[in-house]
């Protein structure tokens, strides 16, 4: 099993950048990939960007062109860099990832959520 520990969400003002990380513990000696999630208030969780082992990357149309998922194998640990913030991006981020080569959209781990709040 993977466990996963999300930090550097915050309050922003719009336009502004902030850069999210996500530490991977256990049994991180197999491929794994992992992705960014969120959910707004009253809104289902929805997919953000996801980064395969060899470093693959998909992004929702609402988030291409300002965010910016990379990862470091060597430390176990993903990032999501957030830039030109808008109000509608204010949710509960969530970082997720299962075991495998590929890109994927359904995960098996889940942190416990960090929240990003932008103000308008």
């Known amino acids: 099993q993977v466990q996963l520990v999300e930090s550097g969400g915050g309050l922003v003002q719009a336009g502004g950048s902030l850069r999210l990380s996500c530490a991977a513990s256990?049994?991180?000696?197999?491929?794994?990939?992992m992705a960014w999630f969120r959910q707004a208030p009253g809104k289902e969780r929805e997919f953000v960007a996801a980064?395969?082992?060899?470093?693959?990357?998909y992004y929702a149309d609402s988030v291409k062109g300002r965010f910016t998922i990379s990862r470091d194998n060597g430390k176990n640990a993903v990032y999501l860099q957030m830039n030109s913030l808008k109000p509608e991006d204010t949710a509960v981020y969530y970082c997720?990832?299962?075991?495998?080569?590929?890109?994927?959209?359904?995960?098996?781990?889940w942190g416990q959520g960090t929240q990003v709040t932008v103000s308008s």
């Open positions: 997720a990832a299962r075991y495998g080569s590929g890109l994927y959209f359904v995960y098996d781990y």
């Open positions: 256990g049994r991180t000696s197999s491929n794994y990939a």
């Open positions: 980064i395969s082992w060899n470093r693959s990357t």
